[in-house]
């Protein structure tokens, strides 16, 4: 496999270059494949396309793949000759061996006009020789125009060609005559129809200039329309079991088409199309929108898929990372986790306290745990990393032995640990977070263990750090404020002397300061 891509698009026309444009625009990777045969090439310009009325077909192309390219998306030469599903996606065969990957497909192939057989036909198609008045209509205006009859839709084609010119006439071909009621409708627009058999297109230079009947007789004509069978070019599609439709128009098959939805998304998920493999109806600026609808619903459909990835993975790393294991590599990862400095909030609001026990939770790397010691505390300092505990030991042993000697470092996994209840002075939780249920539940516990007359600092992040640049965590349900904590202590046991959002100023990765707020909780135990 060479690449994977979020899209590959099977056709480079007007509807896939519109769905690849959309796509590069929403910021996906897009492989347009383009065999590079446009139907409408025989055609000198494109018409009904709004601000791009007359634009020749090859300029229209030429500026749509330089549009596409102008957002990342990449357009190759070549054929897709198969597409099979494969786990989360599809693999995509070129012609010449290459295959790449793709998370979705985009087929947009169009379809072939199969033409009657006269000679002299095919030659003038696209020029003189025409199938839509939209399309047509308006270059031949006024002109002699012959309607070679297919079968029983020639007659609708003569009235409708009729707008567009006095001098129409119906070639019978090998056709039944029009009925009574048909012929009377003719009369009426007074258009002429011609009895026998077709045997060629005659041209006069590069110019038509009429059919020969088998007679002989040469009926002057300036154009000749037909109705060509659409045959949508579905062998993609089909590979991945795909199979086109029949479609009708007054009774009579017309041509095939692959069904799809609104959105042109078709019966294998993963796979939309959209032009005229699936509207043989399409002009190019219907298969343009066509293509940007698909485009739209495709990124919709990976934002779907995205987000369920998201959500997994999410839930696997809210349900892990509290976990021993996954404490033990982030510390084993990298020789200090933490800045070694004491948090600001203890030092601010410990420093005037008188030392007895604390309890140090979370205590990381004993930066917190270090600093009461040498104020005189004796502290308990608990951590769920075995890896942590012995750093700090180490960095307690390097202060000396009158800071170690006050320190019991106690390993434990705070959220089944159940510390001691009212034995301690202070009790310090410096950005603990935990899901919403078990942050209760350990803070409740914390605050049992506060002896009377002592203190409960709890510093977290506030909610509000989600909007800056320098707070990297994104678990909203983890975050609190300081007055969410304050009301779950009963006022009768307990007095808040703080329970505020403290502003400080950080520097991010990026080296831009910018100003975030410690969710600070102080509360004293009443005696």
Known sequence: MEATYDVVVVGGGAAGLSGALALGRARRSVLVVDAGEPRNTPAGHVHN????????????????RDEVARYG????????????????????????????????????????????????????????????????????????????????????????????????????????????????????????????AVASVETSGDTLSGVRLTSGEVVALDAVVVASRLTARSAVLESLGLKPVDVEMQGHVIGSQIAVDPSGATAVPGVWAAG?????????????AAGLNAGAAINADLVAEDTRDAVDAYRHLVSTM????????????????WSGRPNPQLVAEAVGLTPGRALDVGSGEGADAVWLAERGWRVTAVDISTVALRRAAGHAAAT?????????????????????????????????????????????????????GGTLL?????????????????????????????????????????????????????????TIHDAVLIARRRP
């Open 49 to 64: 396309y709004l601000a791009r009325e007359g634009t020749p077909p090859a300029e229209l192309l030429a500026a749509g």
């Open 73 to 196: 998306g990449e357009i190759v030469a070549g054929r897709v000759e198969a597409a099979a599903k494969q786990d989360d996606g599809f693999t995509v065969t070129l012609d010449g061996g290459r295959s790449v990957r793709a998370r979705r497909l985009l087929v947009t192939t169009g379809l072939v006009d199969e033409l009657p057989d006269v000679p002299g036909l095919a030659e003038r198609w696209g020029r003189d020789v025409l199938h839509c008045p939209y399309c047509h209509g308006w270059e031949v205006r006024d002109r002699r125009i012959g309607i070679l009859a297919t079968g029983p839709l020639a007659i609708h084609q003569a009235e409708l060609w009729r707008q567009w010119s006095t001098q129409v006439l119906l070639l019978l071909d090998r056709t039944s005559a029009p009925d009574a009621e048909q012929a009377e409708r003719l009369a009426a627009r007074r258009i002429i129809v011609v009895d026998g």
């Open 276 to 288: 005229n493999v699936a509207d043989l109806r399409a002009q190019v600026i219907t298969a343009a």
């Open 322 to 337: 509290f976990e021993e294991d996954a404490w033990e590599e982030r510390y084993r990862a990298r020789p200090a986790l």
């Open 400 to 452: 000396g032995a009158h800071v170690a000697g006050r320190i019991e470092w106690t390993h434990a996994d705070l959220r089944g640990h159940e510390p001691a209840e009212g034995a301690y002075d202070l009790v310090s939780s410096q950005f603990m977070h935990l899901p919403g249920v078990e942050r209760r539940e350990l803070f409740a516990r914390l605050a049992a263990a506060v002896a009377p």
């Open 458 to 514: 709890i510093v977290g992040h506030h909610p509000a750090d989600l909007r800056t640049t320098a707070h990297r965590m994104h678990f909203p349900d983890m975050m609190f404020t300081a007055e969410e904590v304050a009301s779950s202590l009963d006022p009768v046991g307990w007095q808040v002397l703080a329970a505020e959002a403290r502003p400080r100023s950080v520097e991010d990765e990026e080296g831009r300061v910018s």
